[in-house]
């Protein structure tokens, strides 16, 4: 009972504990609201990509595509670990906006709206229709008119506050979309003059997925029409991918296996047929496999986030070493009492073992707590450093988030309070051990003989 | 080297420390017997090795040569675990400088050994009674209206009084007092010495080391230390 009674006391009674204490709440403080906010920011951005691409990706990086998907589509369709399919052109273009001297590049994005929307989040990032996507190419200005919804970022301005104005209904905006046709050999369709396929599309909705190269330079056009576009409309009708979703409930490796399989099937069962030399350059990718590039790179920034918080944990359990030296130093006479009413070397270790627990636990409680108050208030508290001296930790006008990310995660914080726990017991351990092995005589007796 | 009626005996007991590069020889081939229920005081000047030889016979330090036999075993066969226990149940200690921790209040210091004792468990189931005999030890000291005050709280007296307490916590068989009065004005110092007649009376076995002869006095035998070796015994 005396090993946690007298921590206990340790605890409170001792200046030199609080500092202990307080070192354990910075640091978890600190460690708790930037792993939240990265490992926010990381999840964000992979619901993003996820939701941009359905769960798994059957394509081919080349600007050719492939043929014959509408038969493979059909046979997909009717699988039951399927829940929806659609074909998605993705190429490269000009866009000109109509009495403008500039052109920019742009990918150009094909799709059925209603069956991307099935698979992918697309009906939720566009504005102006997202009760009625069917008829997102139609604009509302004259719903004769081709119409193309491209990225946010090329049609509206975004304050410092990422916020957008968009107007009641979009404004009447001709784009001209101009893309090189290629053959499925993969040459030039078209020679002289007429080298490239150019088409006015006309401003019917904008998308917003928050993926900063796809608002900024992606614009979505009907499937039929990039087909044409693009060339990939004869001798056969080909696309870049089929972007599938499962039903809920398939692991995204057993149903991008499956697929993997019936793909290799289907080629076997396809080969001779005109062109059917493409179908080899078709790969069946997970949506995490697909968007890897993209998401590899803001893995590898909370990896180098975790290793400088490790370098912190280093530094806790330094301090907390140079804190328990002191007060094993300071507190060698009680070791020495303790020796001569009884108490062992392991006695001794318990007692400053369970006091370093004591500051572990009270400090990542502690820590946690500022830290989940913090992060609760973070958004308010950047609006206010925002209104009040001008200063935005990202500006929105260049990053493409929204608020910052503050949802605390129950394992994330548990990993947190039980590695500062640790900490401080691997910091108390060689002072405890050093006090557990002090002989009584060196500590009561230093002026006799 | 045991006989009959003897609880703690030693013989030929060396001891020596380094200073830097010089060698201090303290203990000196010392034996000595001490008979169960006996009031001894060793005397001697300071520097006399007298501390060394009773945190030797108390298991606290250990000779360089030479050995201590408590009722017949000798303390160097003994474990680490049996040591401890050893100095938990078997002597108690009384210091010169009381050496309280400044954490426990008076009643926490004196029922610390008996905490160590019982285990956790043990204390859970036994706390209430063992509460009760610390209180009582406290009241023998006349400490009994003291008992929830931190040492610092109390008189250099009193604080010694609360060790003498402690130290009989767990009815040792013997009592080792190291200068218990070293640290008092003459009429404080009287005061403790009483209360070690009381128990010397009761049957409580006591070894009292000290500088000063007229303490010695009050004890039932004295022997003298000189050079780390016993010159002489009176009684």
């Known amino acids: 009972m005396y090993k946690f009674i007298l921590p206990f006391r340790y605890m409170f009674k001792k200046r030199i504990s609080y500092l202990a204490l307080l070192t354990v709440v910075l640091c978890v403080f600190i460690v708790v609201v930037v792993m939240t906010v990265m490992a926010g920011l990381v999840e964000d951005f992979k619901q993003k990509n996820h939701s941009f691409v359905g769960d798994c990706v059957l394509g081919t990086e080349s600007l050719v595509g492939f043929g014959y998907y509408e038969d493979f589509m059909r046979e997909l369709a009717s699988r039951e670990f399927v829940q929806s399919v659609t074909p998605v052109i993705r190429s490269y273009g000009l866009i000109n906006v109509k009495g403008s001297r500039q052109s920019r590049g742009v990918e150009i994005i094909g799709i059925e709206p209603v069956g991307y929307s099935r698979t992918t989040g697309f009906g939720e990032d566009v504005y102006y229709h997202r009760r009625d996507v069917a008829n997102v190419f139609v604009p509302s200005y004259n719903p004769e008119l081709p119409g193309c919804v491209p990225g946010i970022d090329l049609v509206l301005e975004r304050n410092s506050r990422g916020e957008y104005s968009p107007p009641d209904s979009p404004w009447r905006l001709g784009l001209a979309i101009s893309s090189f046709p290629l053959t499925p050999k993969g040459a030039l369709s078209k020679a002289g003059l007429g080298l490239v396929n150019t088409r006015t599309f006309y401003y019917s ?39 599938i979703k499962f039903q809920e409930g398939t692991g995204l490796s057993e149903g991008c296996g499956k697929v993997r399989s019936m793909w290799s099937k289907y080629v076997s069962a396809g080969s001779g047929r005109p062109a059917g030399y493409l179908l080899e350059t078709v790969a069946v990718q997970s949506w995490k496999q697909n968007r890897r590039s993209f998401i590899a790179a803001m893995e590898k920034e909370q990896t180098i986030m975790t290793m400088m918080f490790i370098l912190v944990g280093i530094t806790t359990v330094f301090i907390v070493f140079v804190v328990f030296y002191m007060i094993v130093s300071h507190k060698s006479k009680d070791i020495g009492i303790f020796k001569s009413v009884g108490a062992s070397g392991g006695d001794i270790l318990q007692i400053y073992s369970i006091f370093a627990f004591f500051v572990g636990f009270l400090g990542s409680v502690f820590g946690s707590l500022f830290g989940w108050l913090f992060l609760r208030y973070i958004n308010d508290i950047e609006a206010w450093l925002y209104g009040r001296f001008g200063f935005q930790l990202w500006d929105r006008s260049i990053y493409a988030i929204g608020e910052i990310p503050n949802r605390l995660e129950s394992g994330l914080l548990l990993v947190i309070m039980a590695s500062a726990i640790f900490a401080c017991l691997l910091g108390a351990y060689l002072p405890s051990r050093k006090g557990s092995k002090l002989r009584p005589v060196q500590t009561l007796q230093v002026n006799q003989l | 080297m045991k006989k009959d009626g003897v609880i703690l005996n030693c013989g030929k007991l060396f001891k020596s420390y380094r200073m830097g590069t010089t060698k201090i020889e303290v203990l000196r081939g010392v034996d000595l017997e001490l008979e169960r229920g006996g009031f001894t005081a060793i005397v001697g000047s300071s520097g006399s090795g007298k501390s060394t030889l009773l945190h030797i016979l108390g298991g606290l330090d250990k000779p360089d040569e030479g050995a201590v036999e408590f009722e017949g075993r000798k303390l160097n066969d003994f474990g680490g675990r049996e ?23 008076i009643l926490e210091n004196v029922f610390l050994p008996a905490m160590i004792s019982v285990g956790f468990w043990g204390w859970i189931s036994g706390r209430r009674v063992l509460k009760k005999r610390a209180g009582a030890l406290l009241e023998q000291v006349g400490l009994g209206h003291r008992i929830t005050h931190k040492p610092f709280q109390l008189s250099g007296g009193e604080r010694q009084r609360a060790a003498i307490a402690r130290a009989l916590m767990n009815k040792p068989e013997i009592v080792l007092a190291d200068e218990p009065t070293g640290n008092l004005d003459s009429a404080t110092g009287n005061d403790i010495l009483g209360v070690f007649q009381k128990l010397h009376k009761a049957g409580q076995t006591i070894l009292m080391v000290t500088h000063d002869e007229r303490i010695a006095r009050k004890a039932s035998r004295i022997v003298k230390l000189q050079d780390g070796k016993i010159k002489d015994e009176g009684g």
Do not use: W
């Open chain 1, 205 to 243: 909705d904008h998308s917003r997925s928050g993926l900063a190269t796809i608002d900024s330079s992606a614009v979505f056009l009907p499937f039929d029409e990039s087909q044409k576009l693009c060339g990939m409309d004869r001798p056969i009708k080909r696309t870049s991918f089929l972007y």
């Open chain 2, 83 to 105: 040591l401890d226990k050893f100095r938990n149940k078997k002597v108690g200690f009384i210091f010169q400088f009381y050496h309280l921790l400044d954490e426990l209040s």
